[in-house]
């Protein structure tokens, strides 16, 4: 190699070197200025990077919706806040004053048995018998009786079942029973319904509260005291305070059934807190259909506990709590003894009918 050639070989590599390096200079300032952006919370692209918008956040944290291309704009909302709250509601104090609110109606019922036993008839069955209940009375109540029962058990299922049942028979029988369960619970509903309202129409005039009421109240009814027998009616005080427990209760979870029966199709909550509002409460009312739906589910538990645990109790005084009890909707009559002894303006009452039905 000339030397002519040496000197252009060296001019041509000094010329690559000085473009490489400045190459190179130029990409590392870029990648200086880069990195320096993504340290102070941006990043190419004009994103956020590490910056926070906390507004933004706290609005989609909140509930609030945005707009979605899809025809259910409910899509817009990110994040439903309320689920968290009705979650926690439902697994916690629903499901743990519920399960003390049953145990301790079970655990008072069997000390009340303990330690007053079964109320018997002191003066004795008579072998005289008087009608109590007809035909068409038993059947309002054994139809709202065994779909309540019913209800009742399913329902628990769907609120206890995986604590207590799940561990006991597998998963496979579980899923078969609580599938089964949930058509039972759906569609007995509608039973329970026209139950509740068949003894409506044909007690309610039985169980307008009047003043024997007071008496009876005043002596508990006698069941903790032997000989006590306070006068009443058809129905006494006892049994108006359950039959209005289960018509309240049962209209009031039976709307909440069908608003779950039919999702997204009931609003009833806005509503009703609005006229609660009037009274100085300052309920929210612009409520959203899944709202609505939450409030529904978690109405619906809290009044089916509360009608099971008034059921239990009347279950218990409707037979092995009392002697002579289960006749008057079992077979609709019941001794006359009896009769006078629980209920004895009653009795008096048929015995005027009957002299004057009589004399006729």
């Known amino acids: 190699m000339t030397f002519s050639a040496f000197t252009k070989y060296l001019a041509g590599l000094a010329a690559v070197v000085t473009l490489i390096a400045g190459l190179g200079l130029v990409s590392g300032t870029s990648f200086v200025s880069e990195a320096s952006a993504q340290q102070a919370g941006s990043v190419p692209g004009n994103t956020l990077g590490t910056s926070s918008q906390t507004d933004f956040w706290r609005a989609v944290r909140q509930g ?3 707009s979605v291309s899809i025809p259910d704009s409910r899509a817009g909302v990110l994040i439903q ?3 968290d709250n009705w979650r926690a509601f439902r697994n916690g104090p629903l499901s743990v004053f519920g399960a003390w609110a049953l145990l301790g109606m079970i655990i008072l019922l069997c000390v009340f048995f303990i330690l007053r036993g079964r109320i018997k008839v002191e003066h004795g069955l008579s072998g005289k018998l008087i009608e109590r209940f007809n035909t ?3 059947f309002a109540h054994w139809l ?5 029962v019913v209800l009742a058990l399913t329902g628990l299922n769907v609120l206890y079942g995986r604590y207590g049942l799940l561990p006991l028979i ?3 029988a579980f899923s078969v029973i609580t599938v089964a369960g ?3 619970h759906n569609y007995l509903a509608f039973a329970f319904m026209v139950g509740v309202v068949m003894m409506f129409v044909l007690w309610v005039g039985h169980n307008i509260p009047n003043r024997t009421d007071l008496n009876w109240i005043a002596k508990a009814g006698g069941l903790f005291t032997k000989g006590v027998h306070p006068p009443a009616k058809k129905f006494n005080a006892g049994q108006k305070l359950i039959f209005w427990s289960v018509i309240l209760g049962g ?3 039976s709307v909440s059934g069908l608003a779950l029966l039919f999702p997204f199709e009931i609003q009833m909550f806005g509503k009703t807190f609005a006229i609660m509002n009037l009274f100085g409460t300052s309920l929210p009312t612009e409520l959203s259909m899944m709202q609505e739906m939450q409030f529904s589910q978690l109405w619906h538990s809290i009044v089916g506990i509360g009608l ?15 002697e002579g009890a289960f006749d008057a909707m079992g077979s609709g009559q019941v001794d006359e003894n009896w009769a006078k002894e629980h209920h004895s303006l009653w009795v008096e009452e048929v015995k005027a009918h009957q002299a004057s039905s009589g004399s006729d």
């Not at 709202?144 to 309540?148: C, L, Q």
């Open 170 to 172: 597998g998963a496979d």
């Open 182 to 184: 949930k058509y039972l």
């Open 136 to 138: 068409v009375e038993r």
């Open 308 to 322: 099971i645990v008034v059921i239990i109790a009347h279950i218990y005084i409707g037979s092995i709590g009392m």
């Open 81 to 83: 806040s309320e689920g």
């Open 144 to 148: 709202t009786a065994t779909s309540f």
């Open 64 to 66: 609030e919706q945005g």
């Open 251 to 253: 209209v009031s979870i």
